[in-house]
């Protein structure tokens, strides 16, 4: 049973710092690519971060230079480092897998910036 377990969601002051991780489990099939969206309230679900087999990254425009998305040698556990927060950036975060046969979610970790 495929499980993603994310984590380091908290309520933070706007310039402050947070560090999210996702622990992936029961992933049998090849690992095409990890990353990590978001969504606030009453927008849709965008994409934050992604970095591919091959180590490619892409970021959202609004973030690039502030967070950064990096993962474990043996594709265990994705992470976002996010610097330099705004208010904008609150949301719930839902990490992604995406492998060969499926893609998988987890359950989201929320992110509160006050300002």
């Known amino acids: 049973q495929v499980q993603l377990v994310e984590s380091g969601g908290a309520l933070v002051q706007a310039g402050g710092s947070l560090r999210l991780s996702c622990a992936a489990s029961?992933?049998?099939?090849?690992?095409?690519?990890m990353g990590w969206y978001r969504q606030a309230p009453g927008k849709q679900r965008e994409l934050v971060a992604g970095i591919t087999s091959g180590d490619s990254t892409n970021y959202e425009a609004t973030v690039k230079g502030r967070f950064t998305i990096s993962r474990d040698n043996h594709w265990k556990t994705v992470y976002l480092q996010m610097n330099s927060l705004k208010p904008e950036d609150t949301a719930v975060y839902y990490c992604?897998?995406?492998?060969?046969?499926?893609?998988?979610w987890g359950q989201g970790t929320q992110v509160t910036v006050s300002s």
């Open positions: 992604n897998v995406v492998t060969t046969l499926n893609d998988y």
């Open positions: 029961g992933i049998s099939f090849r690992i095409k690519a």
